[in-house]
């Protein structure tokens, strides 16, 4: 079992009105295997977060730490955190012209395991993970995400995520943009990584569709940088009956 672990995490970035302030102190505690969603409203630091668990250079890690299984991650430059077993799903996949999906997938299945995969299997497994997201053959010669739509986008995410087995994922609104069928089909994709490979999963989303294919273990409600409240599943529950307005309503004003 690894362990991703959050201690007390002071993020800032630098903007034209000067620093500020987003993550304020936040410690959590992430096992393979467990599933935590972290919701909240919109600024309450949660796609901070996992851009700081991946190295983005434009957040400034104030004080706190971030370890898997007891090491400095934030010492970790992006591709040492990747090799390490840490799994970024962005909010916004880019577009990676005159790079093939294969090419890509391949390149970087290298990188992460420090040897090429046997071509024959890695080829089966490819298609495989492909039938199963529902992705069309001829999108492996396809430059990753050109032209793409934003569910087969999220679903090429997933795809990464079962090749590449991390230890642990950081799906930052993974479900934003997706239809039923689209939102459908990426859950699967994630409760296979997590019932095959032991994934430990950090879901972050507004909303509690996702939650209802993806069951999480934990949830964590961020607000104004913090987290204002934990609990299980329920707690997704109360949060799609009431909203955020009573978190909000506790929080700091700020100018």
């Given at each position: 079992m690894s362990t991703l672990e959050i201690k007390d995490l002071h993020v800032s970035i630098v903007t034209e009105q000067g620093v500020k302030p987003i993550l304020k102190g936040v410690s959590l505690t992430i096992k393979t295997g467990e599933t935590h969603a972290i919701m909240g409203p919109n600024g309450s630091g949660k796609s901070t977060l996992a851009s700081t668990i991946a190295g983005h250079p434009r957040y400034t890690v104030d004080s706190g730490s971030i370890t898997l299984d007891g090491e400095d991650v934030l010492a970790m430059t992006v591709d040492q955190r990747a090799r390490a077993g840490?799994?970024?799903?962005?909010?916004?996949?880019?577009?990676?012209?005159?790079?093939?999906?294969?090419?890509?997938?391949?390149?970087?299945k290298t990188a992460i395991?420090?040897?090429?995969p046997k071509l024959r299997t890695w080829t089966k497994d490819v298609k495989a993970a492909m039938s199963q997201?529902?992705?069309?053959?001829?999108?492996?010669?396809?430059?990753?995400n050109e032209g793409f739509s934003g569910g087969e986008k999220k679903r090429h995410e997933i795809l990464q995520l079962e090749l590449l087995k991390p230890k642990f994922a950081v799906l930052d609104?993974?479900?934003?943009?997706?239809?039923?069928?689209a939102l459908k089909v990426v859950s699967e994709g994630v409760n296979r990584a997590i019932e095959t490979g032991g994934l430990g999963t950090i879901l972050i989303t507004h909303y509690t569709r996702i939650l209802r294919y993806i069951k999480p273990d934990f949830v964590?409600?961020?607000?104004?940088?913090?987290i204002a409240e934990q609990g299980g599943p329920e707690l997704a529950d109360r949060l799609e009956e009431e909203g955020y307005d009573r978190y909000l309503a506790q929080a700091p004003a700020t100018a």
């Open positions: 840490l799994f970024l799903a962005m909010q916004y996949p880019v577009e990676i012209p005159g790079v093939t999906m294969t090419n890509f997938l391949r390149t970087a395991d420090g040897e090429a997201l529902r992705i069309e053959p001829e999108f492996a010669e396809r430059n990753v609104e993974t479900d934003s943009g997706l239809d039923v069928d964590h409600v961020f607000v104004d940088g913090n």
